[in-house]
């Protein structure tokens, strides 16, 4: 039994919470709004963000971060991307030397171009960071239903240890050292799931929404390993296995913005009709600087910045893609 502090009361925050004490140990949840930590304490729900998972009376909730931190074995950072390098600032001075760190947002910094994990270790270079991604969204986690993922860690007794505080009957944990290929299919695939909602949006069908999911994993890997990723992990769960279930699931924040603004709307009318953080649109423009920077060509993520931040008809972005010049799928393979 591990005693953990889950800086979070999100979604996948309160998800977590609920996996892990089914696996007996003991969490502690903070989240910066009063509000919303008196219904916690309340309810033992996040009804807002996630009706219907109640979690166990041990449960801890709190305003106070040196609660949710001091004596944890485990830290697990859950709060939105944007927010992971002040929450990290304020974590700084409470973390122990060598605490692990669960980072388990996804994004790319738009400002620094620096991964998630880079954030917390630049922000508590103290702390061991780690992160935790793959196909998981918080609604079926919250249910028991089966999931596979992967902990990210520099060394192997790191992710062995979150392997073993996380696996349960119904969530499968692997284990990976490429923490910067992990993270980088964990935000690039928000960007696509961008393009297939729009698609979807623009009452597409499902050529088009395969074609997507296809070549957008090739942008994504190509990209990836241009920063020094392995190849192997965007074919893996936190590449294709992430990007398939964004793209397709109306569980997706970034799916569901997408297909508002192929029917018309503007990027700002979509994230409040969500009314949750659309991590995809934090790592759209990113996503181009990482490419500008490596000399990477990321067509339909460009695309999706256009329509995005500079007024683009989703269709006009849409044709666009489909008449670039003539290509080779397969750029090593030799003809006979």
Not at 85 to 106: D, H, Y
Not at 317 to 336: C, F, G, P, T
């Amino acid at each position: 039994m591990a005693n953990i502090g889950m800086i979070g009361a999100g979604s996948w925050g309160i998800a977590l919470t609920w996996l892990l004490t089914n696996n007996g140990h003991r969490v502690t949840v903070w989240s910066a709004l009063a509000d919303e930590v008196a219904l916690l304490q309340e309810k033992h729900e996040q009804t807002a963000k996630l009706p219907g998972v109640i979690l166990d009376d041990s449960v801890v909730f709190t305003t106070d971060l040196s609660q949710a931190v001091k004596g944890m074995e485990l830290l697990v950072l859950a709060v939105p991307s944007p927010f992971t390098r002040s929450t990290a600032r304020q974590l700084s001075p409470l973390v122990e030397e060598g605490q692990i760190i669960v980072n388990v947002a996804k994004g790319v910094e738009e400002k620094t171009l620096m991964t998630l994990s880079r954030i917390v270790e630049e922000e508590i270079p103290q702390a061991q960071v780690a992160v935790l991604s793959g196909p998981s969204h918080a609604e079926e986690v919250g249910k028991g239903m089966p999931t596979a993922i992967v902990a990210g860690a520099r060394t192997r007794a790191v992710a062995e240890k979150i392997q073993k505080i996380f696996m349960s009957p119904v969530f499968r944990v692997y284990t990976s050292p490429d923490v910067l290929g992990i993270e980088l299919g964990a935000a690039l695939k928000n960007v696509v799931a961008l393009a297939a909602g729009i698609a979807d949006g623009l009452g597409y069908g499902d050529n088009t929404k395969a074609a997507l999911i296809t070549r957008g994993i090739t942008e994504i890997a190509r990209l990836g390993t241009a920063m020094g990723g392995r190849r192997d992990t965007f074919f893996g769960l936190t590449g294709i296995g992430d990007l398939i279930v964004t793209c397709a699931s109306m569980h997706s924040r970034n799916r569901r913005a997408g297909i508002l603004i192929g029917q018309g709307h503007s990027m700002e009318e979509a994230m409040k009709e969500v009314k949750m953080v659309v991590e995809g649109v934090y790592s759209a423009k990113a996503a181009m600087g990482l490419a500008e920077k490596y000399g990477v060509d990321l067509p339909i993520i460009r695309q999706v910045n256009q329509v995005l931040f500079e007024g683009k008809p989703a269709a006009d972005a849409v044709s666009e893609l489909m008449l670039r010049d003539k290509k080779i799928e397969i750029s090593d393979a030799e003809w006979e």
